[in-house]
């Protein structure tokens, strides 16, 4: 296994360009996560040019928050530029279970192949054809109920699926790994979720052939810097602006003592 301080190294150095179609709600907060943690984003979701987009960008994430006709055919679009130029792209399927219109939608991009999925436990319990206790983006469900729905959907898609919450889990259908950290307060800051997707996909973009490598290191810095933003946070709102400069004080050393990382 490459190490997460090594690959957090290899990141900053490249400072990969990060295509994120994501929803309204998480724009700003994605943008400032992965400059804070040293990449570069691009917030590029229209049909005519997400394609184009996507054979440039170092990897693509797909987050299906706030779904329109548009951002599906550019979603749909952007993958295939992605695929075209054998690109690692990340599927967010945000309370895919909700509407038709999402069940729908998170099956036609399941089928275009994702590298990566990352959602919170309802949501792959939900994927995996099990019944979720979720509420709309809220997961009503704990990440070890999810774990074995995890390690199926993984082995069926071929993809590495990561359930994020209070203790992160991680597989590739063979390996498996699950991540200590973070604060209580992640939850109560909009977006720091979806912003996680676009972190993965910044480690995807360096390392391409290591999409279980490259998804540990990302949910790793994101328990490091959220433990580290709680020190002295007042609530929600301070802990935002922590988080922030948490990210981009981080260092490989503070990763490689902090990190707490076991195979499950």
Same mark, same amino acid.
């Given at each position: 296994?490459?190490?997460?301080?090594?690959?957090?190294?290899?990141?900053?150095?490249?400072?990969?360009?990060?295509?994120?179609?994501?929803?309204?709600?998480?724009?700003?907060?994605?943008?400032?996560?992965?400059?804070?943690?040293?990449?570069?984003?691009?917030? +590029? %979701?229209?049909?005519?040019?997400?394609?184009?987009?996507?054979?440039?960008?170092?990897?693509?994430?797909?987050?299906?928050?706030?779904?329109?006709?548009?951002?599906?055919?550019?979603?749909?679009?952007?993958?295939?530029?992605?695929?075209?130029?054998?690109?690692?792209?990340?599927?967010?399927?945000?309370?895919?279970?909700?509407?038709?219109?999402?069940?729908?939608?998170?099956?036609?991009?399941?089928?275009?192949?994702?590298?990566?999925?990352? &959602?919170?436990?309802?949501?792959?319990?939900?994927?995996?054809?099990?019944?979720?206790? &979720?509420?709309?983006?809220?997961?009503?469900?704990?990440?070890?109920?999810?774990?074995?729905?995890?390690?199926?959907?993984?082995?069926?898609?071929?993809?590495? *699926?990561? +359930?994020?919450?209070?203790?992160? =889990?991680?597989?590739? &259908?063979?390996?498996? *790994?699950?991540?200590?950290?973070?604060?209580?307060?992640?939850?109560? +800051?909009?977006?720091?979720?979806?912003?996680?997707?676009?972190?993965?996909?910044? =480690?995807?973009?360096?390392?391409?052939?290591?999409?279980?490598?490259?998804?540990?290191?990302?949910?790793?810095?994101?328990?490091?810097?959220?433990?580290?933003?709680? %020190?002295?946070?007042? &609530?929600?709102?301070?802990?935002?602006?922590? =988080?922030?400069?948490?990210? %981009?004080?981080?260092?490989?050393?503070?990763?490689?003592?902090?990190?707490?990382?076991?195979?499950?």
């Amino acid at each position: 296994m490459t190490t997460p301080s090594s690959l957090f190294i290899r990141m900053r150095a490249a400072a990969p360009l990060v295509q994120c179609i994501t929803n309204y709600v998480a724009m700003n907060v994605a943008a400032n996560v992965l400059l804070a943690a040293g990449a570069s984003p691009a917030m +590029v %979701h229209a049909e005519e040019e997400a394609e184009e987009f996507a054979m440039i960008a170092g990897a693509l994430t797909v987050n299906i928050g706030t779904l329109s006709p548009a951002w599906i055919s550019g979603m749909k679009a952007a993958v295939k530029g992605a695929t075209r130029a054998k690109r690692p792209w990340v599927l967010d399927p945000v309370a895919h279970f909700a509407t038709r219109l999402r069940q729908r939608t998170v099956a036609e991009l399941l089928d275009l192949r994702p590298a990566i999925i990352r &959602g919170n436990a309802s949501e792959i319990i939900a994927l995996g054809g099990g019944q979720s206790s &979720g509420q709309g983006v809220d997961s009503g469900d704990p990440v070890e109920r999810a774990e074995d729905v995890a390690r199926q959907l993984a082995k069926a898609c071929a993809a590495v *699926v990561a +359930v994020t919450g209070a203790v992160d =889990f991680v597989t590739d &259908g063979e390996r498996q *790994v699950r991540i200590s950290g973070g604060s209580a307060l992640m939850p109560k +800051v909009t977006a720091l979720g979806c912003s996680l997707t676009a972190l993965v996909g910044a =480690f995807a973009a360096i390392a391409p052939d290591e999409p279980f490598d490259a998804t540990v290191a990302a949910l790793a810095v994101f328990a490091v810097a959220g433990e580290r933003a709680a %020190h002295g946070a007042e &609530g929600p709102g301070s802990f935002a602006v922590r =988080f922030l400069d948490a990210l %981009h004080a981080l260092d490989a050393q503070t990763l490689e003592a902090q990190g707490r990382i076991v195979s499950a």
